[in-house]
């Protein structure tokens, strides 16, 4: 009897123990309850703007550090492309009919605030069109100086306004192309991405 | 031929004899194996030590450009072999900790680290004990603070800092806590006892505008007390120009009892004070010493001691006290000294250039020894012309680091001695920079310093010049011993050639008081040496 009291009251002790470590880890658990966003590092992005003038894409932000992160994007042409507004939409419908191809973007971004990949941003963005112009194949490059600012309206999705200016190089495939007037220009692009965190 | 033996032996034992009146023997030094390092990676820390070895904390950049990093704690034996090394994995579960800081209080070591919940807007603080042998955390986390940040942005999420009592019985903990730019500073901090058991904590908004207050250092006395020093400008630092009247320092005392604190302005009347340093002494008051100048803030006149009792704000012993003549020109040559003497003569002010306050010693009469060093930057643009008519402009940075200076101050306030140890280091490299400046011991009731120096100084006597090494192959390092009195002797410690290692003052440790760890490197190799006096 004396025995089986002793191992009952071992039992509850043992029990009480345990509990208190399960309790020790629960407590500090909350503290690293957040939905996986303190440590999420990946955003990916669809750009609103882009998508409105006929470049449908998606991009793929990752955080490298507090200061940096590397954005790459991959996007289809649509037919409605419209050559960054430079020409009425009207005449697009007849100049560009089945018009499709691809974009390519990498923008490298730094942050002053060391807030990556939240708050404002100064970016190198390097972006490649190709489709074809009045049925000739066309070579769209562009490198720009962005500057961006990124919010979150939720714990995971993100809101991201970008103005830039830069310089665009038009590279016609075909050599022989009958297509004048295209030169290489400024331009000043813009974006607002809508994106989500994990 | 007889003649000849007899010079070549005369010889051979005046360079004997002269090498051993240069060689410092009031200390042992050993050397222990080389190990590959990267000289680009940050200096490894020594953290830990016992009578078995220390421990050695190193952060190296990894990855892409450099833009991780990595924390390495590595065990080394008395005889400063390399036991073991290991990346300290920071992780609760899945997710990522940051490492804020490793610390060592009564021979535990202890990682610091926090972790931001973006979800809570919370930063928290937790601390983990270091297992010795397997040189990893042990898993329970402690949370011991935290910093809200709620309606703030993720960047300002505040960062911890630490400081630990003379004695080593306290550590504070502090953090910024968020605030609009224009707003007071405001921050909190946290007192533990060595064992992390936590004394009192309290939260401070700074009686200034941020724009208009610059805090430069923080300290905790052996009792608990937290102590601040800041600097109070008339207008926004941004158009902050020199004038006397511009800026005052400040002492911010807070302790347990008086958690609102006491604001200490530190002023010496049309004089500009140009460093000042706070600490404790063994009674608990409150000791600030430092540099004023009459004509602005590139040169020092002279030094102030201050000593307050921290509970009522009482001044117990204030003075100041212009550095004499003699003291001011002693390491100057014959040129210099004629020249500086004139102008005294003249009624002009005369003071020492490009001085900077290093550290202060506290001594247990409460006292202080003040060091300064003579430190600038000398910018040279060069413009040439090539045979093809195109012109280049090269611009080069010389990084001086001069002479070192102690004044010793007595408890009442007047100085005692002062005394100037005559240094040329030059550099045009900024990691070789790591090299230069000087480090410090003390060892019975002297000051040893250990620096580079050029060889052709261990003779040096006062009025001839100083010779500048360039830390390259003409480097010796040398120790100074400054007695109580103020004299000093100059003796090489080691020769870099010879020793394949120049010492990188910064990454040296005195572990106990006979024993000083000098950490030197060459190359992508560096090696530890023990001086055991």
Known sequence: ?198 | MKKSIVILVSFVIFITSLSAQTAYKNAKLSWGPEYKWNIKGDIPEIVCSNADGYYVFTQKAVGLYGLGTKYIIAKYNSKMEKLKEAEIELKEKDNDLELEFVVSLNDKIYILSSFRNKKLKKNFLFYQTLNKETLQPEKNLTKISEINYEGYKNSNDGSYSFVISPDSTKIAVYYNLPYEKGESEKFGYHIFDNNFNEIYQNKITLPYNDELFEISSFNVSNIGGFNLVGIEYNEKKSVWKVKPTNYKYHILSYNQDDPSGKDLPIVLEGKFINDLMCGSNNNNELIGAGFYSSMGTASIEGSFYIRINPETGEILADSYQKFSLDFMTQNMTDKQKQKTNKKASKGKDVEMWEYEMKGIIHKENGGVVVIGEQYYVQVVTRTSTSSNGSVTTTTTYYYHYNDIILINIDASGEIAWTQAIPKRQVTTSPIMQRACSFFTAIVDDKIVIIFNDHPKNILYKKGSPIYATNLGKNTTTVVVEVEADGMFNRKVLFDAKESKAICLPHACQQITPEEVIIFGAKGNKYKFAKLNF
């Open chain 1, 1 to 198: 009897m004396k025995y089986l009291v002793l191992s009952l009251f071992q039992f509850i002790l043992f029990t009480i123990s345990l509990n208190a470590q399960v309790n020790s880890s629960n407590n500090i658990s909350q503290y690293f309850d957040d939905g996986g966003i303190s440590n999420a590092s990946n955003i990916v992005e669809f750009n609103i703007l882009s998508a409105i003038n006929g470049d449908i894409g998606i991009t793929y932000d990752r955080k490298l550090s507090d200061s940096f992160s590397a954005e790459v994007g991959l996007g289809f042409i649509a037919p409605y492309y419209t050559y960054e507004f430079r020409h009425p939409l009207w005449k697009l419908s007849e100049d560009l009919e089945g018009l499709s191809g691809y974009s390519l973007k990498i923008q490298p971004k730094f942050y002053v605030s060391l807030g990556a990949p939240e708050d404002s941003y100064v970016g190198i963005l390097l972006r490649h069109r190709h489709y074809n112009y009045l049925s000739e194949p066309l070579g769209i490059t562009d490198i720009c100086v962005m500057y961006g600012t990124r919010y979150f309206v939720d714990n995971n999705i993100c809101v991201s306004f970008e103005l830039g200016f830069g310089y665009r190089n038009k590279l016609l495939i075909d050599p022989y192309s009958s297509l004048g007037g295209l030169f290489d220009h400024l331009i000043y692009p813009g974006s607002i991405k809508v994106g989500y965190l994990f």
